[in-house]
């Protein structure tokens, strides 16, 4: 069996990372700072943002009600207060399903 090395995660990413990775605007992030108490990153001593998993996990939600699902600002706000972990696990199984239909896609093509 071959040894396959893990890659390294980082503690910390800057919102230029976090949005290159999830191909959304800073510009969006920031906003959704201000409207999603959930969501708060810490700053550096120079002032700079810094994100954790988490806060990535909980962008990837909100990116997932607002854009993918439709909800408003305030519904999202409301889902991610009252049922997040119901809604954490959808869309777990909703990138689930897109991962798996990707990967098809490209068997089929190299068929």
């Known amino acids: 069996m071959a040894y396959k090395e893990k890659e390294i995660e980082k503690l910390y990413?800057?919102?230029g990372e976090v949005s290159d990775m999830l191909g959304l605007n800073a510009?969006?992030?920031r906003y959704?700072?201000?409207e999603f108490e959930k969501l708060k990153p810490r700053k550096d001593r120079s002032g700079n943002r810094i994100y954790t998993k988490d806060d990535i996990e909980?962008?990837?939600l909100i990116h997932h009600l607002v854009k993918e699902k439709g909800f408003t600002i305030e519904g999202a706000r409301?889902?991610?207060k009252n049922g997040s972990d119901e809604a954490v696990k959808?869309?777990?199984v909703h990138d689930?399903?897109?991962r798996?239909?990707?990967f098809l896609e490209e068997m089929k093509e190299a068929l």
């Open 13 to 15: 990413y800057t919102i």
């Open 58 to 60: 909980t962008i990837k």
């Open 100 to 102: 798996l239909r990707d």
């Open 96 to 98: 689930s399903l897109k």
């Open 32 to 34: 959704w700072e201000v």
């Open 78 to 80: 409301s889902k991610l």
């Open 27 to 29: 510009s969006q992030i």
């Open 90 to 92: 959808k869309m777990k």
